[in-house]
């Protein structure tokens, strides 16, 4: 069993910045590939980004793949989301998510464990 508690969303300007924190509980926070996936009202939730065990290898989808940046610090099990450029569109619930198997990193079917997840409002 794996907890997630999210953390870094509010209310930003447009073109602001933030940075997620996600924190795993347990040992084995390094065997999880981990995703941030986000939801905005009415639609369904969708992924942003992953990264792999060991950090080498990440994914964004295009709409934030020049502003959003996924790292990770497995010796704070600790997963970010550095978050630039921020746009309207961005506003949503954050989440993040760990996976055992990292087959298909973007499918957010495939991930075992979630977060609560955190606000994030973007201002025009």
């Known amino acids: 069993q794996v907890q997630l508690v999210e953390s870094g969303g509010g209310l930003v300007q447009a073109g602001g910045s933030l940075r997620l924190s996600c924190v795993a509980s347990g040992r084995a926070f390094s065997s999880y590939g981990m995703g941030w996936f986000r939801q905005a009202p009415g639609k369904e939730r969708e992924f942003v980004a992953g990264?792999?065990?060991?950090?080498?290898?990440?994914y964004s989808v295009d709409s934030v793949k020049a502003r959003f940046t996924i790292s990770r610090d497995n010796t704070k099990n600790t997963v970010y989301l550095q978050m630039t450029s921020l746009k309207p569109e961005d506003t949503a619930v954050y989440s993040c998510?760990?996976?055992?198997?990292?087959?298909?990193?973007?499918?957010?079917?495939?991930?075992?464990?979630w977060g609560q997840g955190t606000q994030v409002t973007v201002s025009s």
């Open positions: 998510a760990a996976d055992r198997m990292w087959y298909r990193p973007s499918r957010r079917e495939e991930y075992d464990w």
């Open positions: 990264i792999s065990r060991n950090g080498i290898t990440t």
